[in-house]
C-alpha cells in the first residue's frame, strides 16, 4: 500500500500512476473505456484519437495503446495503423431483474433464430432426474440448439424437458421462438420462478467451433432451473454465451425483502 | 434436426447419442458432472470410475473420457493414472439475490483477505464522475485490492469512491473488512441498490499474473454501481473474479414485481 497519509490530497492522477506498473493503468484505462465501448457515448463507429483518450484518462499514450490492446484481445475493438480504433462487436444486454427468454430479452437488438442441433427422447441421468423431480424411469425430452441474433452464434443451449411440456415442442416453431413461450402455451400456466447460476468458463476446442470463436474464448455460463408457476421444475437448461456478445444486466437491492431470498445461498 | 416425428419414443439415450458426434456428448456429460462437483453429492474428494460414470449417463468410457478432460481443462478436475479422477478445486457461490460484500457472502467458507495495491486521491476521467454524479474538477478515491479467500486470490477489485465517504478509508482496516460495511459505518446509512453488469473476459498476461491464473483464464467480470440507501451514487467497482473459483447464484420470477425494474434493460 503506498504512504498516503499526509499527503493524500496532493495526489495527482499522474503521481498516483507513475509509482504503478503500466500494465495496472492499462487495465484502469480499458475498464472505463470497455464501458464506453458498451454502453456509452462511443457509438459504434471510431474511438477518439489516442492524444484525446490519453488526455481523457489522464495517462501516457503508451498506457492508452496498451489499453486498446486489451479490448483488442478482448474482440471488443480493431486497431489499424492510419485508421485508428473502431469498435468492432455489439455486445448484448441480457436482463437479470426478470426471467425472460432470449427472443423477447434481446427483440430490440434483432432476430434471434434457433438451430435445433438434436432432440429426442431420453432416459435422463440420474442428476437430471432428480432436479426435475422425476420418478426412476422416466422419460425426458433432451433438446440442443445453436442460438444466434442476427445470423451471429449467440449461444449454445443444452435443455431437459419433463415429458408432457416437452413433447409438444417436436411439433412447435422451435426456430423462431423462444422454449419459454412456446412452455407456457403448452402448460396453459406462466412460468414462475427459475434458479440460476453464472459462471465464466473457457471455450473447449469443439464449442470453440460450433460458436464460432477461437478456442479459450471466455464463455458466460449459466445453468437455469425453470419452474412452472404452480411450482413444479419443467426445464434444466446449460446455456454457454459467447462472452463478446453478451453481458448480464441487472440491479441488487442491500435490504432484499425478496420472500423466497433464503431459496437461495 | 433429427426426424423424430413418429418414433420419438422410442429413442433410447444410446440411439440419440449414437448420431451425435462424441464431443457433443462429451459437453452434455461435462454439463451435468461440472454440477455435482459443484454443489452436488460427489464431495470433494475422488469421482467414481469411469465405467460406473458411463453407466449413470449412459454413454461410452471415451465420451466420459472426454468429458472428464473438458472438465480438467477448466481446472476442476485433476487426472492421474492409478489414481483416478478428484475434484481439484473449490467453486464458491456468491449470492446474485442481495447486495452483499465478499466476505459477507462467503462467510461460511473462509476467511477473506483484502491486499491493497494502490489507493490515492485522483481527479476521476470523465466516464467516471458522470456515474458519480459528480461535478468537474471533484477528486474521487482510488482503490485497487487483490482479494483472497482461505490465501488463495480470488478477484481483483478497482474501486472509485466519493470522496466524503471514501477518504475516511485511508485510516479504516481495509485489509480485513469489506468496503461495504465500511461504507455504512461511514456513511451513517446502510447502503440502498446496486446496478451491475456481469460478462465473461478472458484474462490478459498481467492480470492473470496478479490472479495466479493462467493467462487467458476465463474471468468473471462484474461492474457495479452502488448507491447509498438515499440514492446517491457513491462506489464504482470494476472486479475480475477467477472463474474458477466462483459462481453467481441466485433467481428470478417471471412476473416481476420489483418496482425498479424499468430501470435496467
Known amino acids: 500500500m503506498e504512504k498516503t497519509g499526509t499527503e493524500k490530497a496532493a495526489v495527482a492522477p499522474a503521481a498516483t500512476g507513475a509509482r504503478r506498473p503500466r500494465a495496472d493503468r492499462a487495465r484502469q484505462v480499458a475498464d472505463l473505456l470497455r464501458r464506453e465501448i458498451l454502453y456509452g457515448g462511443l457509438g459504434t463507429g471510431r474511438l477518439p484519437l489516442e492524444a484525446a483518450l490519453a488526455r481523457e484518462f489522464g495517462t501516457s499514450r503508451n498506457t492508452v495503446r496498451q489499453a486498446l490492446d486489451l479490448l483488442r484481445e478482448e474482440r471488443l475493438v480493431e486497431r489499424c495503423p492510419g485508421i485508428g480504433t473502431t469498435v468492432a462487436a455489439e455486445k448484448y444486454p441480457h436482463g437479470l431483474q426478470r426471467l425472460l427468454g432470449l427472443a423477447e430479452t434481446l427483440h430490440e437488438h434483432g432476430r ?14 440420474a442428476a437430471v432426474a432428480r432436479r426435475l423431480g422425476l420418478a426412476a424411469g422416466e422419460q425426458v425430452v433432451y433438446l440442443e440448439r445453436l442460438r444466434r441474433l442476427n445470423g451471429l452464434p449467440l449461444s449454445l443451449d443444452l435443455t431437459y424437458l419433463v415429458r408432457d411440456v416437452g413433447e409438444p415442442l417436436f411439433d412447435a ?24 447460476t453464472l459462471e465464466a468458463v473457457n471455450a473447449d476446442a469443439h464449442t470453440a467451433a460450433v460458436l464460432d470463436a477461437p478456442r479459450g474464448a471466455a464463455l458466460l455460463m449459466v445453468e437455469r432451473l425453470t419452474h412452472l408457476a404452480d411450482g413444479r421444475p419443467v426445464d434444466l437448461e446449460f446455456v454457454r454465451f459467447r462472452g463478446d456478445r ?20
Open 246 to 265: 453478451l453481458a448480464m444486466r441487472g440491479h441488487l437491492r442491500r435490504d432484499s425483502d425478496d420472500p423466497e431470498e433464503g431459496a437461495c445461498p
Open 173 to 196: 416453431d422451435l426456430e423462431g421462438n423462444d422454449v419459454f413461450v412456446l412452455l407456457e402455451r403448452i402448460a396453459g400456466q406462466p412460468l414462475g420462478t427459475a434458479e440460476l
Open 112 to 125: 434471434v433464430g434457433n438451430e435445433v442441433r438434436t432432440m429426442g427422447l431420453i432416459e435422463p441421468p
